[in-house]
């Protein structure tokens, strides 16, 4: 439902448009629209265990809009640089650090500071953090803070294709 990869169709003033453009048209707005697609990323350097994750996307054209978020339970762990695979591979335009940003929380303490993504292949990202004004950092078990039941890396996107 949240994937489109056509060619949306050009209309002149005036112009009736036959069925297969109405078509189009539809599948496109279906898209836009509708219901986004989830999708099972391979984890990095993360142990689900008991936790959530939410990984859902959608793709219009070479547009790929996508959120994820990994909810610790009691037996999930975070490792050093920890990662996941993209729904849909990026461009090779990008280089190894797109504008995506994200946030990691600590529930306990209100301590949530900002998550960098590091695109380390056209298909998978590394999660970090700024350990300092211009440093970035990999995420361990215990940094930036030591990760415990309900906290949570979150990452909301928008990238475009090969």
Not at 21 to 45: D, H, R, Y
Not at 141 to 156: N, R
Request: hydrophobic fraction near 45%.
């Amino acid at each position: 439902m949240g994937t489109y990869t056509g060619t949306v169709p050009s209309f002149l003033a005036g112009e009736l448009a036959d069925a297969t453009k109405l078509l189009e048209v539809t599948n496109f707005m279906t898209a836009a629209t509708g219901a986004w697609t989830t999708w099972s990323p391979t984890l990095a350097n993360l142990t689900l265990g008991n936790g959530t994750q939410i990984a859902k996307y959608r793709r219009l054209g070479n547009t790929v809009d996508f959120i994820w978020r990994f909810t610790l339970g009691s037996t999930s762990a975070v490792g050093t640089a920890p990662g996941f695979t993209l729904p849909v591979a990026a461009s090779g335009d990008y280089t190894t650090y797109p504008p995506w940003f994200g946030m990691l929380a600590d529930v306990s303490t209100s301590v949530r500071p900002p998550a960098v993504v590091n695109l380390s292949s056209s298909t998978t990202v590394i999660v970090q953090y700024f350990s300092s004004l211009n440093t970035v950092a990999n995420l361990g078990a215990a940094v930036p803070f030591v990760w415990t039941t309900s906290d949570f890396l979150s990452v909301t996107a928008s990238y475009y294709t090969a």
